[in-house]
T-cell receptor, first 114, second 111 residues
Framework: SAVISQKPSRDICQRGTSLTIQCQVD?????MFWYRQQPGQSLTLIAT?????????ESGFVIDKFPISRPNLTFSTLTVSNMSPEDSSIYLC???????????FGPGTRLTVL | GQQLNQSPQSMFIQEGEDVSMNCTSS?????WLWYKQDPGEGPVLLIA?????ELTSNGRLTAQFGITRKDSFLNISASIPSDVGIYFC???????????FGAGTRLFVKA
């Protein structure tokens, strides 16, 4: 199994600022995924991050708002830019579990925007 | 787009009771998954279903992949307090890890 850590675990931010969330995996993976979980809601895929190429964003998410870096096979960052209260969510990264075709999830970053 | 309808939204049960939750979709999926999310944690896979009609157990948990490939249910028998959490169904198409999640069922177990 993969062990995934995220930093920070939670943060409270002011409107208009930006926050960068880090995701670290204990093994090399080609794909990493970023999800948003709004309060009381399900998980929605933001983007898929492959090392060495631009992230692929899902409908409704854009690079200017959620820039992603993927500098190597064990690390990725997601930035939430120019935040508003509507961005208050849990942000989760995940990686594929190739033996089951499912995903391992990180513990999430709980973001509150005031 | 593809959507999963998960029900019930929440359940309040007594310890020892059995629980059933289900998921339906207007789209066909090739894989159905059930995850559990504890407070402050990411979802953890409980059961993965790969074939229509498949019935799979994991301890006190049993899940089935509907014959039409548009639905799945999860049963928990003899619930215990640590079963508390949010249970998500998820559908996946072949050829990638793109996963659609249901809205979740919040389970509360009273000791």
């Amino acid at each position: 199994s993969a062990v995934i850590s995220q930093k920070p675990s939670r943060d409270i931010c002011q409107r208009g600022t930006s926050l960068t969330i880090q995701c670290q995996v204990d093994s090399q993976v080609t794909m990493m995924f970023w999800y948003r979980q709004q309060p009381g809601q399900s998980l929605t895929l933001i983007a898929t991050a492959n090392q060495g190429s631009e992230a692929t964003y899902e409908s409704g998410f854009v690079i200017d708002k959620f820039p992603i870096s993927r500098p190597n096979l064990t690390f990725s960052t997601l930035t939430v830019s120019n935040m508003s209260p509507e961005d208050s969510s849990i942000y989760l990264c995940s990686v594929p579990n190739l033996s089951t075709d499912t995903q391992y999830f990180g513990p999430g970053t709980r973001l509150t925007v005031l | 787009g593809q959507q999963l309808n998960q029900s019930p939204q929440s359940m309040f049960i007594q310890e020892g009771e059995d629980v059933s939750m289900n998921c339906t979709s207007s789209s066909i999926f090739n894989t159905w998954l059930w995850y559990k999310q504890d407070p402050g944690e990411g979802p953890v896979l409980l059961i993965a279903l790969y074939k229509a009609g498949e019935l799979t157990s994991n301890g006190r948990l049993t899940a089935q992949f509907g014959i039409t490939r548009k639905d799945s249910f999860l049963n928990i028998s003899a619930s215990i307090p640590s079963d508390v959490g949010i249970y998500f169904c998820a559908g996946q198409l072949t050829g990638g890890f793109k996963t659609i999640f249901g809205a979740g069922t919040r389970l509360f177990v009273k000791a």
